[in-house]
């Protein structure tokens, strides 16, 4: 069939152009990765939002991503609890990565979506999350005793000790540090990539932002 007679052709090439950014901000030339990485971002954050949320989320994504971001979803089941282990072994799972490799790779979706989505879509997501699965979908490693951290929807997340804010904090700087410097990292043989350090630095904000080391005001200057 002539591709300019196929009915589906324009949202297979709207996929695919949604895969391409995310593929970009993955530094990978692997679609499949691409799209299990995206599936897996689209998965665990439905998983955690009402159903409210999830109408407006999906929304912003084209009618075959959509598809699959509603694909095995139980509406009456969500949301699930917010703790960061469940959190991170399915989002590694889902993604076929490491549970260690989660925190940069949701990060990195999170930056191509804010790309993609209408402007203020993920914060008005992100509000309706706990600040620790905030810090994760923004880059920072999952690294807090799951002990610590049991949050039921519509209740409020217990404090942490003081011990483990100040890890928290430290591991953040981290996070935040080597983000900027991936962004910055260039061969001396390549061009200066604006957006690329732009969108590293707006990682970096978020970070911090999750760990209440930056102001939300500080991004608008």
Do not use: K
Request: proline share 7%; glycine share 6%.
């Amino acid at each position: 069939m002539p591709h300019h007679d196929d009915p589906l052709a324009p949202a297979v090439q709207t996929a695919h152009d949604w895969l391409r950014v995310v593929a970009d901000n993955l530094d990978t030339d692997d679609p499949a990765f691409a799209y299990r990485a995206l599936r897996a971002w689209l998965h665990t954050v439905r998983d955690r939002i009402n159903v409210s949320s999830s109408a407006h989320l999906s929304a912003q994504l084209p009618e075959i991503l959509r598809g699959a971001y509603y694909e095995g979803w139980v509406p009456g089941h969500v949301p699930v609890r917010h703790g960061i282990a469940e959190f991170t072994r399915q989002f590694a799972r889902e993604a076929g990565i490491d549970e260690d490799e989660v925190g940069p790779i949701a990060g990195a979706v999170t930056a191509a979506l804010e790309e993609l989505f209408s402007p203020g879509q993920l914060n008005r997501i992100f509000a309706v999350l706990p600040m620790h699965l905030y810090g994760v979908l923004c880059g920072a490693r999952p690294a807090v005793d799951e002990s610590l951290i049991e949050w039921e929807p519509g209740a409020m997340a217990p404090a942490l000790d003081p011990t483990a804010q100040l890890e928290n904090r430290i591991q953040a700087l981290g996070d935040a540090v080597a983000m900027l410097a991936r962004g910055l990292e260039r061969l001396p043989s390549d061009r200066p990539d604006s957006d690329r350090s732009t969108r590293a630095a707006q990682q970096a904000h978020r970070i911090l932002l999750a760990e209440g080391l930056a102001s939300a005001e500080a991004r608008e200057r």
